[in-house]
T-cell receptor, first 114, second 115 residues
Framework: NAGVTQTPKFRILKIGQSMTLQCTQD?????MYWYRQDPGMGLKLIYY???????DKGEVPNGYNVSRSTTEDFPLRLELAAPSQTSVYFC?????????????FGQGTRLTVV | SQELEQSPQSLIVQEGKNLTINCTSS?????LYWYKQKYGEGLIFLMM?????EEKSHEKITAKLDEKKQQSSLHITASQPSHAGIYLC???????????????FGQGTILTVHP
């Protein structure tokens, strides 16, 4: 039972490079999210999706893009990496339903932009 | 300012001591979630609280929700080195139909337990 899986775990990028952070889930979550975690700042929402083909901006979307072509996959794209994007990125999934449920998180991707 | 404020931001205790972490919201809480994170790892779900006055326990960790104060507390009894990590509270701050399940998080509390 894999849950929410993120790749890679670590990455170093040079300023201006691009990359895609992968996120896949096998729990059939309707809702998926990308957060970034900076020291002392908790988690900030970058983008979210309520289902295949539907995405929307969160609190800190600038410099990022997402797509959701399938229920399982929710990749995050950085087009022109900047030092301000050095952070730990978490993907999460959550069920939609009448009762609230917890969000399930991936193991995180630690990204350094130099 | 943060919609969810955690206190303290960091805590250092001796093994065996009790401790409390608080999470206070500036908005109505529709659900409160506690997570623990070890360095370099993902978030592990601890407990969910939904109703005012609700209290849940798991092993030596107890969480309570005070609806009047819009606050939750996480209490660890007889702390152990295995309790060390970052504790994060997350909350549903909007009614279910409008929030799309988005959780708002506090800034985290770093707990160190000295043997």
């Amino acid at each position: 039972n894999a849950g929410v899986t993120q790749t890679p775990k670590f990455r170093i990028l040079k300023i201006g490079q691009s990359m895609t952070l992968q996120c896949t889930q096998d729990m059939n979550h309707n809702y998926m999210y990308w957060y970034r975690q900076d020291p002392g700042m908790g988690l900030k929402l970058i983008y979210y999706s309520v289902g295949a083909g539907i995405t929307d901006k969160g609190e800190v979307p600038n410099g990022y893009n997402v797509s959701r072509s399938t229920t399982e996959d929710f990749p995050l794209r950085l087009e022109l990496a900047a030092p301000s994007q050095t952070s730990v990125y978490f993907c999460a999934g959550r069920d939609r339903g009448r009762r609230s449920t917890e969000a399930f998180f991936g193991q995180g991707t630690r990204l350094t932009v130099v | 300012s943060q919609e969810l404020e955690q206190s303290p931001q960091s805590l250092i205790v001796q093994e065996g001591k009790n401790l409390t972490i608080n999470c206070t919201s500036s908005k109505t809480l529709y659900g409160l979630y506690w997570y623990k994170q070890k360095y370099g790892e993902g978030l592990i779900f601890l407990m969910m609280l939904q109703k005012g006055g609700e209290e849940k326990s798991h092993e030596k960790i107890t969480a309570k929700l005070d609806e009047k104060k819009q606050q939750s507390s996480l209490h660890i009894t007889a702390s152990q080195p295995s309790h060390a990590g970052i504790y994060l509270c997350g909350a549903d701050l909007n009614a279910g139909g409008t929030s799309y399940g988005k959780l708002t998080f506090g800034q985290g509390t770093i707990l160190t337990v000295h043997p």
